[in-house]
């Protein structure tokens, strides 16, 4: 089971070094539960501030050789990732999105590993468009979502609480069914509402593995390494 956790640092309370301190430690958690990747998303931040939390999210992640290193990814941010030698970049469903090939060929001339590239996908229709894509055009991933729902952290500064609104709601887990039918070779990862209870059924529905913020956030919870079927 694969285990991709995204980055949230709305989700932590205090002010803005508190937060990057909590997702650091987050992310020393993350590197010892040997879990596989971590895409930071913080797309409010500044190019220079993305990248300086990069640089350090990349030394916190390799620091434990006990365990492989997770692969950092960069949501949408290219020129980040590049800069930061991080591991890949994530692509989402919006417009003027690289391509996956477009990635490849900027790490290429950079002189960088091969990236790992996943991609946000809503629907079948753009899972087949991932799949018919060229090899070199296919994201190495397919984050595939909401299955059970979307929701943002709303914070409440004179209460210095996170509340959770629901924005969305799931698709469920037959359409998460055909999504991973239609998408080999690509693993496609479930994404939305994930939780302990609820993500055997994603993986029993065909998922490679799971993709989550806030089973991954909690700074006191174990980090599940697998869920019973």
């Known amino acids: 089971m694969l285990r991709y956790a995204i980055t949230d640092r709305a989700r932590f309370k205090g002010d803005e070094p508190a937060r990057q301190a909590a997702l650091l430690r987050q992310a020393e958690r993350l590197a010892a539960a040997g879990i596989d990747f971590l895409q930071l998303r913080?797309?409010?931040l500044p190019a220079a501030d993305l990248a300086s939390l990069a640089r350090r999210l990349?030394?916190?992640?390799?620091?434990?050789?006990?365990?492989p290193a997770p692969?950092?990814?960069i949501n949408s941010r290219a020129d980040v990732a590049l800069a930061t030698a991080a591991d890949g970049v994530h692509l989402t469903?919006?417009?003027g999105q690289l391509s996956p090939a477009q990635v490849r060929a900027l790490y290429a001339a950079a002189s960088l590993p091969e990236p790992i590239i996943?991609?946000?996908?809503?629907t079948l229709d753009q899972v087949a468009r991932a799949v018919s894509a060229s090899a070199n055009d296919r994201p190495t991933l397919i984050l595939f979502g909401p299955v059970f729902e979307k929701v943002v952290a709303v914070s409440n500064p004179s209460q210095r609480s996170i509340a959770y609104k629901k924005i969305a709601a799931g698709s469920g887990?037959?359409?998460?069914?055909a999504a991973c039918l239609a998408a080999p070779p690509i693993p496609v990862l479930a994404l939305g509402g994930i939780t302990?209870?609820?993500?055997?059924?994603?993986?029993a529905a065909g998922a490679a593995g799971i993709a989550a913020i806030r089973l991954f956030s909690s700074e006191s919870a174990q980090i599940p390494?697998?869920?019973?079927h």
């Open 225 to 228: 390494r697998h869920f019973p």
């Open 58 to 67: 990349l030394t916190t992640l390799r620091a434990n050789p006990a365990h």
């Open 118 to 122: 996943s991609l946000s996908c809503h």
């Open 196 to 203: 302990r209870a609820n993500a055997a059924a994603t993986l």
């Open 42 to 44: 913080e797309n409010d």
């Open 71 to 73: 692969r950092l990814l």
């Open 173 to 177: 887990l037959n359409l998460l069914r």
């Open 93 to 95: 469903s919006a417009p």
